[in-house]
């Protein structure tokens, strides 16, 4: 049990204790926890050092916690993350967004500025749209687009819908149910997903973070890690304009495969595969022929 009582005590010995029990980010998270249970950021758990904590926010402090060293992820203790700068509230039908998600953003704002498509009323459809992240950012970036998202979970679209309106983009965004893009005809100008991509054999042996707290929906990609792309590629086909694009992001190694897969469907490449910050082929971009 935490004993310490001001603000800087309990901060520097929460971080002890997740540094004792393992965690990769002590500090950070130590910080994340108390400032949600204090309702302040960086800034004010330093201007507030001193302060004393009541037995209610020692309580509180002690049960998040708990839950991260039994290895919850820090986003869903809060309930929150942050993806492209926008905060997006999470449920157990979504996946926690990632950074490495916002590889998809950059490769949509680069084809969006080759083709000149800025101002233009940009149809989006985004496949498996999980928080809404994806399509959220982009509607942010791009304000005369319109974007649907689709997602088989009807807990993930509440929580989409429910960012969509947080982050004042309702107006543009609607949301279907559906088993990626069956129940939609289209056209769209341009198709995002990242879907799910693991293979099932690897499922077993991911983190405890991610296997345990993720829903496994947003991860299982069949034997091969392909089964999404296979059905994407195929179907977004029948659903884009032409020069229409499919962005999709991929898992490592797969680039060469997902590029065969939306060739097979009949599109083209449309950009190299784009690597993501720690350099991994992220996401690959295909085009359906111009008329
Ligand atoms: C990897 S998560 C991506 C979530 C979000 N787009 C993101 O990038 O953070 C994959 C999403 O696909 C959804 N999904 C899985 N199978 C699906 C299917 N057959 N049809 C539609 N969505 C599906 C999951 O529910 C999940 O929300």
């Given at each position: 049990m935490t004993t310490a009582r001001t603000v800087d005590a309990i901060r520097r010995d929460a971080a002890a204790r997740l540094r004792s029990a393992g965690m990769d980010s002590p500090e950070l998270d130590a910080r994340l926890l108390l400032g949600a249970v204090l309702d302040l950021d960086l800034t004010g758990l330093i201007s507030q050092a001193a302060r004393l904590l009541t037995p209610q926010d020692i309580a509180a402090l002690e049960r998040a916690l708990r839950r991260r060293i039994a290895g919850e992820p820090v986003a869903r203790i809060l309930g929150v993350r942050e993806f492209w700068g926008l905060p997006f509230r999470l449920s157990p039908d979504t996946l926690v967004p990632r950074p490495d998600t916002e590889t998809v953003i950059e490769a949509v704002l680069d084809i969006v500025r080759a083709n000149a498509w800025q101002g233009r009323g940009l149809r989006i459809l985004d496949v498996g749209t999980g928080s809404g992240a994806i399509l959220l950012a982009l509607l942010h970036e791009l304000p005369d687009a319109f974007g649907v998202g689709i997602d088989i979970s009807l807990g993930a679209l509440r929580t989409a819908c429910a960012n969509a309106a947080a982050l004042g983009l309702s107006a543009?965004?609607?949301?279907?149910?559906?088993?990626?893009?069956?129940?939609?005809?289209?056209?769209?100008?341009?198709?995002?997903?990242?879907?799910?991509?693991?293979?099932?054999?690897?499922?077993?042996?991911?983190?405890?973070?991610?296997?345990?707290?993720?829903?496994?929906?947003?991860?299982d990609g069949g034997a091969d890690g392909l089964a999404a792309y296979r059905v994407i590629a195929t179907q977004a086909v029948g659903a884009l304009v032409p020069g229409g694009a499919?962005?999709?992001?991929?898992?490592?190694?797969?680039?060469?495969?997902?590029?065969?897969?939306?060739?097979?469907?009949?599109?083209?490449?449309?950009?190299?595969?784009?690597?993501?910050?720690?350099?991994?082929?992220?996401?690959?971009?295909?085009?359906?022929?111009?008329?």
């Open positions: 543009r965004a609607a949301y279907v149910a559906g088993d990626y893009l069956a129940a939609i005809r289209g056209p769209f100008d341009l198709i995002v997903s990242n879907p799910p991509y693991v293979r099932t054999a690897d499922m077993a042996g991911l983190s405890t973070e991610v296997r345990d707290h993720e829903p496994r929906r947003a991860l499919l962005v999709l992001e991929i898992g490592q190694h797969q680039a060469a495969d997902v590029e065969r897969l939306t060739g097979a469907a009949g599109l083209h490449r449309h950009r190299p595969p784009r690597p993501d910050l720690g350099g991994v082929l992220r996401v690959v971009t295909a085009r359906k022929p111009p008329p």
